[in-house]
C-alpha cells in the first residue's frame, strides 16, 4: 500500500528576493517522518526577475512534478489551489516631511468634512434648541453639551475603529479591517485566476 502525502498549499507567501522555492516554502506537508523531510525539500521554482512582484504556483504543477519525483506515493491535496508568491520591494526610509505633510492634509480634510456635516445639518440650532428645552433660556454657544458632543464624537469613532494606535480594545475586527480583508479576498481572486499560467485568459476571436 503506497504512502499516502497530504498537501495544503500556502494561500499567501511573502519574499524578500529572488530565491529557490522548495515545497516547505509554498506548504504544509503531513507525511510519514521517513519522507517528510526529503518531501519538503523538493525543489519547486525558481524565482526570476522576469516574474516581476507576482507569481501564481498552482496545486496541479506541483502534484504532476511530485507524481515525477515520487512516483509510489499517493498525494492528497486540501484547502487552496493556489499559492500566491508576493516579491516585497525594498522600503525606503519614509521621508518625516512628506509624512507630515499627508497627515495634515487627512486631518484637515476631516476636519472640513465633519465641520460640513454638522452644518448641513444645523447641528448648533439643535444643540441652542436642546439647552433651550432644558434650561428655558436661549443662548447662542451651549458649550456644556457642544463640549462633551465633541468629546463623544473623538471617543466614538476611536470605538468604532477598535484602535488606539497599535492597542486594540477587543478582538472583533474592525469594519475598515473588514473592508480591507474583503478588497484582499476579491485582488487574491482577481491574480489567482490572470497570473496563474495553467489558465487561459485570452479572449476567443
Do not use: C
Amino acid at each position: 500500500m503506497a504512502d499516502i502525502i497530504y498537501l495544503r498549499m500556502k494561500k499567501n507567501v511573502e519574499l524578500n528576493r529572488m530565491q529557490r522555492l522548495y515545497l516547505k516554502d509554498i506548504a504544509y506537508i503531513s507525511a510519514p517522518s521517513a519522507l517528510k523531510s526529503e518531501i519538503e525539500n523538493t525543489f519547486i521554482y525558481q524565482v526570476t526577475k522576469k516574474d516581476r512582484n507576482i507569481i501564481i504556483i498552482d496545486s496541479f504543477m506541483v502534484i504532476d512534478h511530485l507524481n515525477e519525483m515520487y512516483p509510489a506515493l499517493e498525494l492528497q491535496l486540501i484547502g487552496p489551489d493556489q499559492s500566491i508568491i508576493r516579491i516585497k520591494k525594498v522600503r525606503k526610509t519614509p521621508n518625516i516631511m512628506l509624512a507630515s505633510g499627508v497627515w495634515i492634509l487627512l486631518f484637515i480634510g476631516t476636519a472640513m468634512t465633519i465641520m460640513n456635516f454638522h452644518y448641513d445639518v444645523s447641528m448648533q440650532d439643535v444643540q441652542q434648541k436642546l439647552h433651550y428645552l432644558l434650561t428655558g433660556e436661549e443662548i447662542k454657544y451651549p458649550l456644556w453639551i457642544q463640549i462633551p458632543y465633541s468629546f463623544g464624537l473623538g471617543i466614538g469613532m476611536l470605538l468604532f475603529f477598535n484602535h488606539w494606535f497599535t492597542k486594540r480594545f477587543n478582538e472583533e475586527p474592525s469594519p475598515l479591517e473588514v473592508e480591507i480583508y474583503n478588497y484582499q479576498q476579491d485582488l487574491d481572486q482577481y491574480v489567482s485566476y490572470y497570473e496563474n499560467r495553467l489558465n487561459d485568459t485570452k479572449p476567443f476571436h
